[in-house]
C-alpha cells in the first residue's frame, strides 16, 4: 500500500557541494514530511508540505530546504552539506486530517565526506 | 513533546505472543498513542494507533492503561518478519502534527 517512491537509493557527495533528493507522494497524498535518520537514532523531523507551502519545521537550519509540486511530488535541497549530515532521509506522504496515517518510502541514504 | 520510554532490546521466540511496553506518564488528554515499526533497510510503517480504548487491527492490538500512562503492543504470533525496530510515538490532536521518534526497541525473533 506504501506507493512513497524516493530517488536516489544511494548517494555520496563531498563536503560543501549540495544535494536534492527526490520523493514521489502516494496517490490521493496531499502532504509530504521529510525526516532524518542519523545511524542507530530514530527519525527526526526536518519539514512538511500541504498544497505546496511549508506548514511545519524541525530544529534544522535554513540550508535545509524543500519543495512540493502541484502533483504533490516532492524535494528536499541541502546546502553546504557537513559531514553531520550523513544520514537516511526519508519521505512520508499522507493525507491532511486528524491523526491520518503516515507512509513512508524506503528513503535516500546520503554519505557526505 | 510528551516523551515516551521504551525499552531497548526485546527477543521473541517465533510464533510465540509478544509484548512490547511503553510508558508515557506525562500523556496529555488530547494525545493519541501511535505506533510504527522499522523493518530493516525500511521506512518506518504504521503499525496501529489509540486514544483511550483498546484497539485491534489485522497487524497487533494495542492496550491502553486505564490512566493512560502506559500503554502495550501486542503482536499475537511472532513471526521471522516481525523482526524491526518498534517506535511507540505520542501524537497531537490537531491536523497532521509530525512524528516524535525515539530510539524505539528491536525486536528480535528467534526462530
Known amino acids: 500500500e506504501t506507493g512513497v517512491t524516493q530517488s536516489p537509493t544511494h548517494l555520496i557527495k563531498t563536503r560543501g557541494q549540495q544535494v536534492t533528493l527526490r520523493c514521489s507522494s502516494q496517490?490521493?497524498?496531499?502532504?509530504v514530511s521529510w525526516y532524518q535518520q542519523a545511524l542507530g537514532q530514530g527519525p527526526q523531523f526536518i519539514f512538511q508540505?500541504?498544497?505546496?507551502?511549508?506548514?511545519g519545521r524541525g530544529n534544522f537550519p535554513p540550508r535545509f530546504s524543500g519543495l512540493q509540486f502541484p502533483n504533490y511530488s516532492s524535494e528536499l535541497n541541502v546546502n553546504a552539506l557537513e559531514l553531520d549530515d550523513s544520514a537516511l532521509y526519508l519521505c512520508?506522504?499522507?493525507?491532511?486530517?486528524?491523526?491520518?496515517?503516515?507512509?513512508f518510502g524506503s528513503g535516500t541514504q546520503l554519505s557526505v565526506l | 513533546d510528551a516523551k515516551t520510554t521504551q525499552p531497548n532490546s526485546m527477543e521473541s521466540n517465533e510464533e510465540e505472543p509478544v509484548h512490547l511496553p511503553c510508558n508515557h506518564s506525562?500523556?496529555?488528554?488530547?494525545?493519541?498513542i501511535h505506533w510504527y515499526r522499522q523493518l530493516p533497510s525500511q521506512g518506518p510503517e504504521y503499525v496501529i494507533h489509540?486514544?483511550?480504548s483498546n484497539v485491534n487491527n489485522r497487524m497487533a492490538s494495542l492496550a491502553i492503561a486505564e490512566d493512560r500512562k502506559s500503554s502495550t503492543l501486542i503482536l499475537h504470533r511472532a513471526t521471522l518478519r516481525d523482526a524491526a525496530v518498534y517506535y511507540c510515538?505520542?501524537?497531537?490532536?490537531?491536523?497532521?502534527?509530525?512524528?516524535?521518534f525515539g530510539k524505539g526497541t528491536r525486536l528480535s525473533v528467534i526462530a
Open positions: 512520508a506522504s499522507s493525507r491532511q486530517g486528524e491523526n491520518e496515517k503516515l507512509f
Open positions: 496517490s490521493g497524498h496531499n502532504t
Open positions: 508540505y500541504y498544497r505546496e507551502e511549508e506548514n
Open positions: 506525562t500523556i496529555s488528554g488530547t494525545d493519541y
Open positions: 489509540g486514544l483511550t
Open positions: 510515538i505520542l501524537r497531537g490532536y490537531s491536523g497532521n502534527t509530525p512524528l516524535v
